[in-house]
């Protein structure tokens, strides 16, 4: 019966008819009946067993099929019909088969047959189920169930009962559960008639339970107490409802109060479970005379389904409506709908009043006498007396059931008050947790258990302890603070204590709201009573306090957590005040230990800790409070921290001098402490108690005390920081940092953290104004305060008192004010350089103050904010700040004199206050802004009297900038013409035809003055690109260089538009330096220059700084101007000398005193005496400029030994070298002007002045040569060697060069373009003529390049003129030059050949660097002595140069034209033996060449050099051929390891293209090549393998991977084949290229047109190292790939199947074919083209090595045309036409091809293609015509017309092709490639799976479908290959169903 009724069961009713569920519906009755029936025949265990038991299982079962449905989707219901199995439960009772079932049962409740829990399951279920819900109507019949159901249950009881350990292990615990489950709801719902039953079946729940906990296996423990919180949640269920609630603290009086039960009650005396409750109370109303007035209690079930709890007044009528008055409300959530809640009430907006109530239950609905008989109160009796707290806690304690005890435990805890009822005031429960339960739970957490173990045991503690009463709670916090260490004790719990503290903390977080964590989890969770947060704060604070606690980890947490507690009130004040109590006497006991002798040391962490703890209670408190704590008791709190703080400083300097304080503690464990941490912590302590309030201050004695106490430089800092922060209240109101108990507990009721409104106060001043300027004055500006080792703290904390006092207004602001000293001395003794800077900054910034107010006049308000009366004269603040500076430089110039170690920083600060306050007053520290020419210079004026302003750097040429100018031309608009040039033919500009034909945008070169306008720059741009200077226009510059950081501009400040800016403006004024790049417009059509100027770049504004130009253009009042030229280069000749190596344009952290000096004499303009010196050495007067020419003075005057000469030796001694680089500057100055700076004068004035400028630079060039000048000036030269810097020699050179060349020497107006040469004067040669010793001329002019890293390139080039002049003037010139000693020459010319650029990479920079690099190679080239000698200089210095460069190009360029003989005089320089010393270095630079590491660094790898190499190799070779390369090209392939070319004696014959190249070359050779000829094959086997070819191994290019050098190489090997005597040079190259095809791709030879010769030499294998080839995936089609690579894999079957024919006939195209290799060569076959069309061909060949095939495409038939038979003709004849179109623009070349057949190439075969018969064809596609072909067609006609098919049949044979054809592919394909199946996917559409042939199918049913029709295919054509399927292969299906209920197998037919 059991299998029929499984069938039965698994119907779907949804899916059968009326008809059909009626039979079932009838044979389920039927089946009940029977097995009630065989129940009966078997009352007793001896009547054998009824087998159909699992029958009756099924049938009660819930979860078959026809009662539940089928699994629904996720918008459907279930479909079963569960009332049929209610039907079939009813059946069975009306059978009486309970009554039956529950003898069957009990009758074997002791035998091994009794049923599984399974089983049990469902009769169990089915017993549920049959129990009436409402049996409120005790019948005869009900009861008779009941009594058979509880049989049947306690014999389900009696057998687990009786069950043994070793039984229950055997049993699953989901059967258990599930039965116990099942039992627990039985008995739950018999509770109101049969409660004793019930009561007896949870006494059976707690015995099993205490069998499982008990037991010794662990999961069986586990079990039992996961079934203890089952019962304990059942208990609570089972919970009776209180007997009344008392609600208080309501808004409305009248609501508090208590409410009375008023639900139904069963007979026995308790409430009704599953019935609505409600509570009543009833009063007198006292507004209506006495009337009674009821509210109600009670809970309503919303629309929404949500039950909501009200206290309202019911309306009489009709309560539970809309008229009843809602007072208080409370959305219930589903653990609140039993009872309501005690919390979270809310007001009612229209009756009720804030605050709601809370609700307080009292009693329970029970009989009298039964209050403490509830479950609950059972099972707290047993779990009290089986012990059951001991046994978790044990000494067997075990982590897991700790976990699972927490609920007992808690459930335990909370039964503590659980007792009390209406009648009686309270009657504590017996039953419940004891004090010993809690002591022994902490005795286990001290037992150094496990630690896991010990945290769940902290979770359990704080969890209960808000529930515990006080005689329970007090006992248990009093043992944890024992267990600190005391003296009783001898071990220190402190990390027990500290972890369940955090625990604590951790529950009771502070941003955790205690109620709404309730309402989650479903606990109760009352707040700490007053009593318990006593004790806990007591031991949280011996915790914080303990001697080790530093070293806690929840240290911190644990004073988040006090702080959150000591604010609830009304006890936190207390606690607070008693606290810090504690803290002030541990203050008290540190401050009389003032030293560190004596027997008791003192813990100095402790002490530092207890520090912290006092602002940690502070922080705590209320400001009120916190303020009456300090100042109570005459502020005793402040003065015991600042006794403890005088301590501490005492204490530590009776120390040893060590970097930390010991501590010692009674464990004897020292722990460091920072000194300077421990005083930064107190100090910021001290400043925060006296900040909290004004009636506090600290007093000038103390703070005097501190400073004497903290002499160290670290503590010293710390206190002026101190004093600085609390010198003044801090403004805004800050959050006080360190306050975490800012968040409090949301509700604002008594017993919770209240949140303080005046927490967040600012921090007031810790002492008065006069204490602060006296802290001020006497202890910061005291002259004994060492600035040496303070770092910017201190001096920020300067600034702070000082600003402070500022505002105040109680510091004056004048000359003499203490701060100005201060800022004197922390100016020049600050050993922090940044602590100087800023006190620079700060200085200036003071006088500049100053200087406004004296400028404003006495008494106007002064920027400090105040009246401040100035004191002195008009200028009082220069000559104050001048008579500072001058008295620090005289000091720094006696210090340097003595030698003192810190005169030179000195010197240094010095000067750049100096610097820095002579940029102010230049205006904006930009420059010499305003030392400029005097705009109200007129045309009258004399040039000596207009140059007097002008800075003394910028008077001459020396200062020009060399910048950027990037000219953008705009393009002509259609129809506009452009404008016409203003000016004539003989302007200098071209006509706009000329300039249309330049090019858009042009970059060149420009030098710019200073002083020069930007109207003078536009004229010069206007000038080079020939276009008029009305149509140019300015748009932008960068690359500037600011330093007003004070003022920083919107965007990149480097950056400027020139668009708005006047022309007027100067290139100083635009901060335009070296380097700067400006663009400019070139216009077509004439510019709108509507707005183009703008106002603020004045030449004369205004300055706001010191006005320092009098005090250095005059004399001043005391004489200054003289005194302080005089003091700075006193100060120049003393500073000591250090050789700089490095250049100008390099960075250098220390600070150059010279080149501030420098910069000061630059800045300023020049000194008149040094003037008046210089032009009366030089017998011109300073008073006039309109002395005669010098062509006006005879020649034979000049002589050069002038008695004037010694005042010009006095000028320049070499013994005060900068004073005589002063004087050259002067000199330079008058020899070379610079006329720019006379552009900002109207045009006119500019004129006459450049008039006069020149003819007084002549005159003075006349009067200094006449006077001795130049000798005086080359003397210098001579003699300053490599003593002094570069300064003096680029001057020196400039002064010569002028003298040599006068007005001839020419200036490019751009780099671009190289200058012409200079050409000498009378005076010039004459100079010449009179060189008494040009030998150490010589030498000093290559010292200068040589010696000095630093030297610019204008000096270099003038060294280079020199040179050349003095080389052409006499050649004996350039012996003297190669002979210098220490190879001078060689390193001068090899340097500056390959000189590279140095500082920025500008284009300026650029240029300048090529420049001297091209003037060095005309130099060796012009001069043929010159080049002689430079040729082996060069071949040397070829190892040293760097393949990174980019500055090569010359270098490689005069080794070229020397080999080639190129240049003027080069013919002879270059011998043999140079040559092949050449070709050796050449080959051996190539070899250290590295290879680019991958394609994305070729872009950063440089080939400069490479590409010199190979340009030198084939110049080489083009002029000495391959003689000199010998032993080169041996290294070369050494190195390289590349094979030898030459080594190819045998050149094997060529096809293809390379035949018609190789066959000429053959004819030529006659035997091998000579020697020369082999070294230069090898060289290019060298290059082109070496350099031009990738390496084999991946991830690298080739060396030449640019296009120049891969062009150089091809050049190298061309030249070498080209010099070959015969033609083995080319048939090597031929023979390589043929190796190179080979190797590629057919693809690629195809697309070469080139048929490569089968050569072992040069073949290289291309089959793939993979074993297989794969199947490419379709999207979903992997189920098929895995099938088809399986039966691929079985060689019998795959061979049977490829095998199989079928007839051409019905073969369509594409088909597979089982020929291969040589098989195919002859063969027709038709090839797909990804195009889709097929393409007939020809195998002519076949390559056994690479596994190609040859084939010719064939001629493509277009069509054929048949006409009718002529009469004319015979009737046997016939005639046809074959018609081809002109033009096919997808037919492929009649070339023959070689790739692999299954493969094909990219873009054109597909890898598809079929093997064609012949049908009357020939190879050339021609037909065979004939009788014989007659029949052949007729007999081909007949087979066809006789094979015949049916559609299935044709796509079975399809099916088999398209197999046949993967197999082969995959056979025959090149390894580790994919064949793609598209084909056969379409092809086993015929198969009809279940899904699309797209889509996933089964593996398994693709198999057997697709086996089935190739078995039908090869059983009609290849039967032969079928019998190997159908009795080799052996295949056979069988299909079946097994049933899993009862293991039924049904075989399918």
């Known amino acids: 019966m059991k299998p029929v009724i499984s069938i039965l069961l698994e119907q779907q009713a949804s899916k059968i008819g009326q008809f059909e569920r009626n039979c079932v519906e009838e044979s389920l009755k039927l089946a009940i009946l029977i097995v009630s029936e065989d129940l009966k025949l078997r009352p007793n265990a001896d009547a054998g067993e009824c087998e159909i038991l699992e029958v009756l299982a099924m049938l009660f079962n819930r979860k078959k099929l026809y009662y539940k449905g089928a699994k629904p989707n996720w918008n459907a219901n279930l479909t079963g019909l569960p009332e049929v199995r209610i039907q079939i439960i009813n059946t069975f009772r009306s059978a009486k088969g309970f009554s039956v079932l529950a003898n069957y049962l009990a009758a074997r409740v002791a035998t091994v047959h009794f049923p599984s829990l399974d089983i049990l399951h469902q009769l169990l279920c089915a017993a549920h189920d049959v129990i009436p819900v409402s049996n409120t109507v005790m019948d005869g019949k009900i009861k008779a169930l009941e009594d058979d ?412 957590y006090v702080t959150f507690e000591v604010r609830v009130e009304p006890m936190g004040t207390l606690y607070r005040k008693d606290f810090l109590d504690s803290c002030k006497q541990a203050l008290l006991s540190n401050a009389k230990r003032t030293t560190t002798t004596g027997e008791e040391k003192i813990d100095e962490i402790l002490a530092l800790r207890m520090v912290k703890l006092t602002k940690f209670v502070l922080e705590a408190c209320p400001h009120v409070q916190a303020v009456s704590l300090v100042t109570d008791h005459a502020a005793s709190l402040a003065v015991l921290l600042f006794g403890e703080l005088t301590a501490f400083l005492s204490r530590r300097a009776d120390s040893l001098h060590s970097p930390v304080i010991r501590r010692f503690s009674s464990t004897n464990a020292s722990v460091g402490l920072n000194q300077a941490v421990a005083l930064t912590e107190r100090l910021e302590i001290l400043r925060y108690v006296y900040g909290l309030t004004d009636r506090a201050e600290m007093t000038s004695q103390q703070l005097d005390h501190l400073w004497s106490l903290c002499s160290k430089p670290s503590d010293r800092e710390s206190l002026m920081v101190f004093m600085a922060n609390a010198s003044s209240s801090e403004t805004g109101t800050p959050e006080i940092p360190g306050a975490p108990g800012a968040q409090t507990v949301p509700n604002n009721t008594a017993g919770q953290a209240q949140p303080d409104p005046q927490m967040h106060q600012p921090m007031l001043a810790a002492f008065s104004d006069e204490v602060c300027a006296y802290v001020f004055q006497n202890l910061f500006c005291a002259a004994n305060t060492n600035w040496e080792h303070l770092g910017e703290d201190a001096y920020q904390s300067f600034q702070m008192i000082y600003k402070s006092l500022r505002r105040a207004a109680k510091t004056s602001l004048t000359a003499s004010d203490h701060a100005l000293d201060a800022l004197w001395k922390i100016c020049l003794e600050a050993g922090n350089d940044e602590v100087a800077a800023q006190a620079m900054k700060d200085l200036l910034a003071v006088y500049s103050a100053i200087a406004a107010i004296d400028r404003k006049g006495s008494g106007e308000k002064s920027v400090w904010g105040q009246n401040t009366a100035v004191e002195g004269s008009k200028n009082g603040s220069e000559e104050g700040f001048a008579r500072r500076v001058f008295e620090c430089l005289v000091q720094v110039k006696r210090a340097l004199e003595t030698g003192s170690p810190s005169s030179e920083r000195s010197a240094e600060r010095c000067l750049l206050i100096l610097n820095a306050a002579v940029a102010q007053s230049n205006g904006n520290g930009k420059g010499s802004v305003s030392a400029q020419i005097d705009p109200l210079a007129s045309s009258e004026s004399k040039i000596i009297d207009v140059l007097k302003t002008v800075a003394h750097g910028m008077r001459g040429q020396t200062c020009y900038r060399t910048i950027t100018i990037v000219a953008k031309r705009t393009t002509p608009q259609n129809g506009v013409p452009p404008v016409q040039s203003s000016r004539g033919e003989k302007g200098n500009l071209a006509s706009s035809s000329s300039s249309a034909r330049m090019p858009t945008t042009i970059r060149f070169s420009l030098e710019v003055h200073p002083l020069e306008t930007l109207s003078s720059v536009k004229e010069k741009v206007a000038e080079y690109c020939k276009h008029d200077a009305a149509l140019v226009k300015p748009l932008s510059t960068s690359g500037r260089q600011t330093r007003d950081r004070n003022h920083p501009s919107s965007g990149d400040p480097s950056q400027m538009s020139l668009t708005t800016v006047s022309e007027d403006s100067l290139v100083a004024q635009l901060a335009i330096t070296d380097g700067c790049e400006v663009v400019f417009l070139i216009a077509n059509q004439p510019l709108n220059q509507s707005g183009s100027t703008t106002v603020g770049m004045e030449t004369s504004k205004k300055t706001q700084g010191l006005d320092l130009n009098e005090i250095f253009s005059s004399d001043g009042k005391h004489g200054s101007a003289d005194k302080f030229f005089d003091t700075l280069l006193d100060i120049l000749e003393a500073l000591p000398v250090e050789e700089r190596m490095h250049s100008e344009t390099s960075s250098s952290t220390k600070t150059d005193a010279r080149k501030l000096v420098w910069d000061l004499f630059l800045a300023m303009p020049t000194n008149s005496g040094f003037v008046d010196l210089v032009r009366s050495a030089a017998g011109v007067e300073s008073k006039s400029g309109n002395n005669s020419a010098m062509d006006h003075t005879p020649v034979d005057s000049m002589i050069v030994d002038s008695p004037q000469g010694e005042e010009w030796r006095t000028l320049l001694d070499g013994t005060n070298f900068h004073r005589s680089v002063y004087v050259m500057r002067v000199i330079d100055s008058f020899l070379q002007p610079a006329p720019e700076i006379l552009t900002s004068l109207t045009p006119a004035t500019a004129s006459a002045l450049q008039k006069q400028m020149y003819d007084d630079a002549a005159e003075f060039r006349s009067g200094f040569i006449n006077s001795g000048g130049f000798d005086a000036v080359l003397r210098f030269f001579m003699d300053s060697g490599k003593k002094q810097t570069h300064m003096g020699n680029a001057f020196a050179l400039r002064i010569l060069k002028c003298c040599f060349f006068g007005q001839n020497t020419a200036r490019a107006v751009n780099f671009d373009q190289e200058p012409p040469p200079s050409s000498l004067d009378e005076s010039g040669k004459m100079l010449l003529r009179t060189l008494s010793d040009p030998g150490h001329l010589l030498a000093s002019l290559t010292s200068v390049v040589i010696d000095n890293a630093s030297v610019t390139h204008a000096a270099i080039i003038d060294v280079l003129q020199l040179l050349r002049l003095l080389f052409l003037s006499d050649s004996r010139m350039t012996d003297a030059f190669m002979s210098l000693p220490n190879d001078m020459a060689e390193g001068l010319l090899v340097t500056l050949l390959s000189w590279e650029s140095r500082g920025n990479f500008s284009l300026a920079n650029v240029n300048a660097t090529a420049r001297v690099r091209r003037t060095t190679q005309d130099l060796i080239l012009m001069i043929p002595a010159l080049s002689q000698a430079v040729f082996p200089w060069l071949i040397k210095a070829l190892d040293g140069v760097d393949i990174s460069s980019d500055s090569s190009d010359e270098f490689f360029s005069v080794l070229r034209q020397l080999v080639q003989g190129s240049g003027k005089a080069t013919a002879s320089v270059v011998s043999a033996d140079h040559l092949i010393k050449l070709s050796t270095a050449v080959c051996k630079k190539l070899i250290s060449y590295p290879s680019p590491t991958s394609d994305s660094t070729v872009v950063d790898f440089s080939t400069g050099v490479l590409c010199g190499s190979l340009t030198l190799l084939r110049a080489i070779i083009e002029t000495a051929g391959g003689s000199p390369l010998n032993e080169g090209v041996e290294i070369l392939l050494k190195a390289l390891q590349v094979p030898y070319w030459s080594g190819f004696n045998n050149f094997p014959r060529k096809t293809g293209v390379l035949a018609m190249i190789s066959s000429p070359l053959r004819s030529k050779r006659e035997g091998g090549p000579n020697a020369v000829d082999r070294t230069l094959i090898d060289l290019m086997g060298a290059i082109f393998d070496g350099f031009l070819s990738s390496p084999e191994a991946g991830g690298s290019t080739a060396i030449c991977c640019d296009r120049d050098s891969r062009q150089l190489g091809f050049d190298v090997i061309a030249s070498a084949a080209r010099s070959c005597n015969s033609g083995d040079g080319y048939l090597a190259l031929v023979t390589r290229i043929n190796a190179i095809i080979r190797t590629t791709a057919p693809s690629l030879r195809h697309h070469w047109g080139h048929d490569a010769f089968s050569d072992e030499a040069g073949t290289h294998s291309m089959t793939s190292t993979s074993k297989y080839s794969g199947l490419r995936n379709q999207g979903c089609t992997c189920y098929m790939n895995s099938v088809l690579q399986q039966l691929f894999m079985m060689p019998g079957l795959r061979k049977n199947l490829c095998s199989a024919t079928v007839p051409s006939s019905l073969r369509t195209s594409g088909g597979g074919n089982r020929m291969k290799g040589v098989e195919l060569i002859g063969k027709n076959i038709s090839l797909q083209w990804d195009s889709g069309v097929a393409y007939p061909a020809l195998v002519e060949g076949y390559n056994k090595e690479t596994g190609a095939h040859t084939i010719r495409y064939l001629a493509l038939q277009i069509a054929t045309v048949r006409p009718q038979m002529d009469s004319s003709q015979g009737s046997g004849q016939q005639q046809s036409q074959q018609m081809y179109h002109d033009d096919v623009a997808s037919f492929p070349q009649e070339l023959q091809d070689e790739f692999f057949l299954s493969e094909g190439r990219p873009g054109r075969e597909t890898g598809v293609f079929e093997i064609v018969p012949s049908d009357g064809l020939d190879g050339s596609g021609g037909e065979i015509v004939g009788e014989s072909s007659n029949k052949v067609r007729q007999s081909d006609s007949d087979q066809t017309s006789r094979l015949k098919e049916t559609e299935e049949e044709a796509s079975s044979r399809h099916l088999l092709e398209e197999v046949q054809r993967t197999f082969v592919h995959l056979d025959e394909g090149v390894r580790g490639r994919c064949f793609d199946p598209r084909s056969l996917v379409e092809a086993s559409g015929c198969l009809k799976l279940e899904f699309d042939v797209w889509q996933q199918n089964d593996a398994s049913e693709f198999a057997m479908k697709l086996l089935d029709r190739l078995e039908g295919s090869l059983k009609r054509w290849a039967p032969e290959n079928f019998k190997y399927l159908d009795h080799t292969f052996g295949l056979k299906q069988t299909k079946q169903k097994r049933c899993e209920e009862c293991g039924l197998k049904v075989r399918a037919l």
């Open 149 to 560: 159901i509880i049989r049947l249950a306690k014999s389900v009881m009696r057998f687990l009962g009786n069950a043994s350990e070793d039984a229950l292990k055997k049993l699953s615990h989901d059967s258990l559960s599930g039965v116990r489950s099942d039992l627990q709801r039985i008995f739950d719902r018999l509770v109101p008639t049969r409660r004793e039953d019930t009561h007896d079946f949870y006494a059976f729940w707690r015995s099993l339970t205490l069998k499982f906990i008990t037991s010794q296996s662990l999961p069986l423990r586990l079990f039992g107490w996961d079934q203890v919180g089952e019962l304990i949640g059942a208990c609570g269920e089972m919970r009776p409802p209180p007997r009344a609630f008392i609600a208080s603290g309501a808004g409305c009086t009248f609501v508090n109060g208590q409410y009375n039960f008023t639900g139904s009650t069963t007979v026995d005396g308790y409430a009704r479970r599953g019935v609505e409750i409600s509570y009543e109370r009833i009063f007198t109303n006292p507004e209506k005379s006495g009337a009674s007035k009821k509210l109600t209690l009670f809970r309503c079930t919303m629309r929404s389904q949500q039950k909501w709890w009200f206290l309202s007044e019911a309306d009489e009528e009709q309560p539970g409506t809309d008229k009843d008055i809602d007072y208080y409300q409370h959305k219930s959530k589903q653990h609140e709908e039993a009872e309501p809640p005690a919390f979270g009430w809310v007001t009612c907006r229209n009756s009720g009043i804030e605050p709601p109530p809370t609700l307080r239950g009292i009693g329970l609905v029970v009989p009298t006498g039964e209050e403490f008989n509830t479950l609950e109160h059972q099972l707290a009796k047993w779990a009290i007396d089986n012990g059951i707290i001991e046994l978790v806690l044990g000494d067997s304690v075990h982590r897991e059931v700790v976990a699972r005890s927490t609920p007992l435990i808690r459930f335990l805890a909370s039964m503590c008050d659980n007792g009390e009822t209406v009648d009686t005031a309270s009657h504590r429960n017996t039953y419940c947790l004891q004090a010993s339960h809690l002591q022994l739970a902490w005795k286990t957490c001290t037992s150094k258990a496990d630690a896991a173990v010990s945290a769940e045991v902290y979770q359990l503690l704080v969890s209960i302890l808000p529930s515990l009463p006080k005689d329970l709670a007090t006992p248990l916090l009093t043992a944890i603070q024992k267990s600190l260490k005391d003296s009783t004790m001898k071990h220190d719990y402190l990390f027990e204590v500290a972890q369940f503290c955090s625990a604590l903390a951790t529950t009771n977080r502070p941003d955790v709201d205690v109620r709404s964590s309730a309402a989650k989890t479903g606990h109760r969770l009352p707040l700490l009573p007053d009593a318990i947060r006593a004790e806990i704060l007591k031991l949280l604070w011996a915790v914080l306090t303990h001697p080790e606690a530093s070293t806690l980890k929840v240290y911190d947490q644990l004073k988040n």
